[in-house]
């Protein structure tokens, strides 16, 4: 008896779970918090879920609920945020594909390469910052498409249509009301209904006027919605983004102008060249093991598409209906103008492979359906049609894969970072700000690192009052009185709030590829930054390195939060030894150096020999103390900290022949 090896529509759900691990799954281990992640797992451990439905009220108050309900149930941790997220990219991906099915029930294969291409949509890039984009943005898209659904089940099916009609109403109430990414959507479910009341009888008049009127409940809700959104925004209460219709507009005409700009940009960036990502990307960094993985990613998925899709039989054979595509081409461009428009009106920016690109969540739907109406109109042949559709997947499966191994590198630096201070400060006084002139990661800010600062060194912290703040006053310039000692200054950190003084600080610098340093006037200038920076010299004077709590036991950091301890570097040996160089016990720097020598380890910035020069030539060492002066004075900036050095040093015992005249 032969054996069909034909593969069923119930066959396609397995499809998208394979898809989402090999898009999303390869980096679940090796993910972590980034940017307002840290804030909110913060605030569920140490305040609880039910903090949230407060600290919302002034930002998005429909959406603490969400907040609520989702910490009540997961862990404060990145394994469980990451597994969350490969969830909810699978039940979004069966949601967008049940939506399509609904509206269009005869192009079922188009309706599957839509889903396909939402599923992997190359333009967005922040899946994983997974707490918050999950609570602030997916879980409402996931109502929102549903919402679509319950329209296109409705008006294909007479029975049941009040009570299905309801539900639709409930979930685009689900939807729309927690966050505002999605209010300029509700049109596209008017040109779903015209697209569906198209298929089913002739001439516009009569189409458009029972689309109206199927529309009108949902245009009701979607009203109330806007009207809401006035009056909230007008209360006072209100303090978040600010509405700005577009930087250079000054008149209505200025206005339409301005955003038929920013459409174009959106149709042209989230729309076509995000799926060209890949191979541009890939071409800057041929020789990257990243890119190899990200292109191997791609190759595999190309080959279980290629072998899935030739296998598939669906309801209705393959036929590449030039109708249709029109349709989702016209629906695509317009979703992509309309999803632009609230990101725009913020006067925020639309820029890939960045954490702006979290905008483009409001486009993942059009998006998806423009790739697929243009896959269509274009390739009429069956075979033709089902490998362009398997290449383009693939190519977004490479992309998502390339970006994981971005913020894959950031976690390990978020790691290395909060192991360095765990090394350099064992303990820290109460209300100590850690001040420095910019963060120097990509997916965190000094409100992203307070918390896990206040995770380390308060781990049992209740109450109202935080205590220990980072602040970027680079990027934060008002935030702080004055830059000399003796001022007051607070900071809202919801729920909480720090309250500090200028006298209460320390500097710290983290350049990338560097250790971490906390700048000490008596050891430090301009000329030990690293880097020229006006702000550095005006904050040297505030840091307090005193503030340290020297002989305490380190910090223990919960591995669950913050991973293992990592094995001894060189940035090790660096901040335990400018932790002994705080309590003057130079033996100890010149121990630590000897071992960090003894295993290979060297500094990448030549600015981190200093203290071991210090203490080699304070421990009687004179030779080794002038061998690494030496090879710091390779760099030609490292002279006068080179020279800094020998001049403490001189107080006691004179200087080595040609180091510093």
């Given at each position: 008896?032969?054996i069909?090896?034909?593969?069923?529509?119930?066959?396609?759900?397995?499809?998208?779970?394979?898809?989402?691990?090999?898009?999303?799954?390869?980096?679940?281990?090796h993910?972590?918090?980034?940017?307002?992640?840290?804030?909110?797992?913060?605030?569920?451990?140490?305040?609880?879920?039910?903090?949230?439905?407060?600290s919302?009220?002034?930002?998005r108050?429909?959406?603490?609920?969400?907040?609520?309900?989702?910490?009540?149930?997961?862990p404060?941790?990145?394994?469980?945020?990451?597994?969350?997220?490969l969830?909810?990219?699978?039940l979004?991906?069966?949601?967008?594909?049940?939506a399509?099915?609904?509206?269009?029930?005869?192009?079922?294969?188009?309706?599957?390469?839509?889903?396909?291409?939402?599923l992997?949509y190359?333009?967005?890039?922040?899946?994983?910052?997974?707490?918050?984009?999950?609570?602030?943005?997916?879980?409402?898209?996931?109502?929102y498409?549903?919402?679509?659904?319950?329209t296109?089940?409705?008006?294909h099916?007479?029975?049941?249509?009040?009570?299905r009609?309801?539900?639709g109403?409930?979930l685009?109430t689900?939807g729309v009301?927690?966050?505002?990414?999605?209010?300029?959507?509700?049109?596209?479910?008017?040109?779903?209904?015209l697209?569906i009341?198209?298929?089913?009888e002739k001439?516009?008049?009569?189409i458009?006027?029972?689309?109206?009127k199927?529309?009108?409940?949902?245009l009701a809700?979607?009203?109330?919605?806007?009207?809401?959104?006035?009056?909230?925004?007008r209360?006072?209460v209100?303090?978040?983004?600010v509405?700005?219709?577009?930087?250079?507009?000054?008149?209505p005409?200025?206005?339409?102008?301005?955003?038929?700009?920013?459409?174009?940009?959106?149709?042209?960036?989230?729309?076509?060249y995000?799926?060209?990502?890949l191979?541009?990307?890939?071409?800057?960094?041929?020789?990257?093991?990243?890119?190899?993985?990200?292109?191997?990613?791609?190759?595999?998925?190309l080959?279980?598409?290629w072998?899935?899709?030739?296998?598939?039989?669906?309801?209705?054979?393959?036929?590449?209906?030039?109708t249709w595509?029109?349709?989702?081409?016209?629906?695509?461009?317009?979703?992509?103008?309309?999803?632009?428009?609230?990101?725009?009106?913020?006067?925020?920016?639309l820029?890939?492979?960045s954490?702006?690109?979290?905008f483009?969540?409001?486009?993942?739907?059009?998006?998806?359906?423009?790739?697929?109406?243009?896959?269509?109109?274009?390739?009429?042949?069956?075979r033709?049609?089902?490998?362009?559709?398997?290449?383009v997947?693939?190519?977004?499966?490479?992309q998502?894969?390339?970006?994981a191994?971005?913020?894959?590198?950031d976690?390990?630096?978020?790691?290395?970072?909060?192991?360095?201070?765990?090394?350099?400060?064992?303990a820290?006084?109460?209300?100590?700000?850690?001040?420095?002139?910019?963060?120097?990661?990509?997916?965190?800010?000094?409100?992203?690192?307070?918390?896990?600062?206040?995770?380390?060194?308060?781990?049992?912290?209740?109450?109202?009052r935080?205590?220990?703040?980072?602040?970027?006053?680079?990027?934060?310039?008002?935030?702080?009185?004055a830059?000399?000692?003796?001022?007051?200054?607070?900071?809202?950190?919801?729920?909480?709030?720090?309250?500090?003084?200028t006298s209460?600080?320390?500097?710290?610098?983290a350049?990338?590829?560097?250790?971490?340093?906390?700048l000490?006037?008596?050891?430090?200038?301009?000329?030990?930054?690293?880097?020229?920076?006006?702000?550095?010299?005006?904050?040297?004077?505030?840091?307090?390195?005193?503030?340290?709590?020297?002989?305490a036991?380190?910090?223990?950091?919960?591995?669950?939060v913050?991973?293992?301890?990592?094995?001894?570097?060189?940035?090790?040996?660096?901040?335990?030894?400018?932790l002994?160089?705080?309590?003057?016990?130079?033996?100890?720097v010149?121990?630590?150096?000897?071992?960090?020598?003894?295993?290979?380890?060297r500094?990448?910035a030549?600015?981190?020999?200093?203290?071991?020069?210090?203490?080699?030539?304070?421990?009687?060492?004179?030779?080794?103390?002038k061998?690494?002066?030496?090879?710091?004075?390779?760099?030609?900036?490292?002279?006068?900290g080179?020279?800094?050095?020998?001049?403490?040093?001189?107080?006691?015992?004179?200087?080595?022949?040609?180091?510093?005249p």
């Amino acid at each position: 008896m032969k054996i069909s090896t034909r593969l069923t529509e119930t066959s396609i759900p397995w499809l998208f779970a394979l898809l989402t691990g090999l898009a999303y799954g390869l980096a679940l281990f090796h993910a972590g918090f980034y940017w307002d992640d840290w804030p909110f797992a913060w605030a569920a451990h140490f305040i609880g879920p039910e903090s949230f439905i407060g600290s919302f009220m002034r930002v998005r108050p429909f959406l603490g609920p969400i907040f609520w309900f989702t910490t009540s149930l997961l862990p404060e941790t990145p394994f469980a945020w990451q597994s969350f997220a490969l969830i909810m990219r699978f039940l979004l991906t069966l949601a967008a594909w049940w939506a399509f099915r609904q509206i269009w029930p005869v192009h079922p294969w188009q309706t599957l390469l839509a889903a396909l291409a939402f599923l992997i949509y190359p333009g967005y890039s922040q899946h994983w910052v997974a707490f918050t984009h999950i609570n602030q943005e997916l879980i409402p898209l996931l109502f929102y498409i549903l919402s679509f659904g319950m329209t296109g089940l409705t008006l294909h099916t007479a029975m049941g249509a009040r009570r299905r009609t309801m539900l639709g109403l409930l979930l685009l109430t689900l939807g729309v009301f927690p966050t505002e990414y999605f209010l300029s959507l509700e049109p596209l479910r008017f040109l779903f209904i015209l697209s569906i009341f198209s298929e089913q009888e002739k001439g516009w008049k009569p189409i458009l006027w029972r689309s109206i009127k199927a529309w009108i409940p949902y245009l009701a809700v979607w009203g109330l919605n806007a009207l809401w959104l006035l009056v909230y925004y007008r209360s006072g209460v209100y303090a978040n983004y600010v509405v700005v219709l577009g930087e250079t507009a000054a008149s209505p005409t200025g206005i339409a102008a301005d955003f038929f700009s920013a459409s174009l940009e959106a149709v042209w960036k989230a729309g076509l060249y995000a799926w060209a990502l890949l191979p541009i990307l890939a071409a800057r960094a041929l020789s990257a093991p990243s890119t190899w993985l990200a292109l191997g990613a791609a190759g595999l998925a190309l080959g279980l598409l290629w072998l899935f899709l030739r296998r598939l039989s669906l309801a209705q054979p393959f036929s590449a209906s030039q109708t249709w595509a029109i349709h989702a081409i016209l629906i695509g461009l317009t979703g992509l103008a309309l999803g632009r428009l609230p990101s725009w009106a913020a006067g925020l920016p639309l820029t890939l492979q960045s954490s702006f690109d979290r905008f483009t969540v409001s486009m993942f739907l059009a998006a998806s359906l423009l790739v697929a109406g243009l896959l269509t109109l274009v390739f009429r042949r069956e075979r033709a049609w089902l490998f362009a559709a398997a290449l383009v997947i693939a190519v977004g499966v490479g992309q998502q894969v390339y970006s994981a191994n971005i913020f894959r590198r950031d976690w390990e630096r978020q790691r290395s970072l909060y192991w360095q201070l765990a090394w350099r400060i064992p303990a820290l006084a109460p209300g100590t700000v850690l001040l420095t002139d910019e963060v120097e990661i990509d997916y965190e800010t000094d409100y992203s690192l307070t918390a896990p600062l206040n995770w380390m060194y308060a781990p049992n912290f209740s109450g109202a009052r935080l205590p220990y703040l980072v602040l970027g006053v680079g990027e934060r310039p008002n935030r702080l009185p004055a830059l000399e000692p003796g001022y007051p200054f607070e900071f809202a950190y919801r729920p909480v709030r720090f309250y500090g003084d200028t006298s209460q600080a320390i500097l710290f610098l983290a350049p990338p590829g560097s250790c971490l340093r906390i700048l000490d006037p008596a050891f430090d200038s301009e000329a030990t930054f690293g880097k020229d920076s006006p702000l550095l010299r005006q904050l040297l004077p505030l840091s307090n390195p005193s503030l340290i709590v020297t002989d305490a036991p380190a910090p223990s950091l919960p591995q669950s939060v913050f991973g293992p301890e990592p094995p001894p570097s060189w940035c090790y040996y660096y901040a335990r030894a400018e932790l002994a160089r705080q309590r003057g016990d130079w033996r100890e720097v010149a121990r630590l150096g000897d071992e960090a020598s003894a295993r290979g380890f060297r500094p990448a910035a030549p600015v981190e020999w200093l203290p071991f020069i210090e203490a080699y030539a304070l421990t009687g060492q004179g030779e080794q103390a002038k061998m690494l002066s030496q090879a710091a004075l390779q760099t030609a900036s490292m002279r006068k900290g080179v020279c800094a050095v020998w001049q403490r040093v001189a107080q006691t015992q004179p200087i080595p022949a040609g180091l510093c005249p």
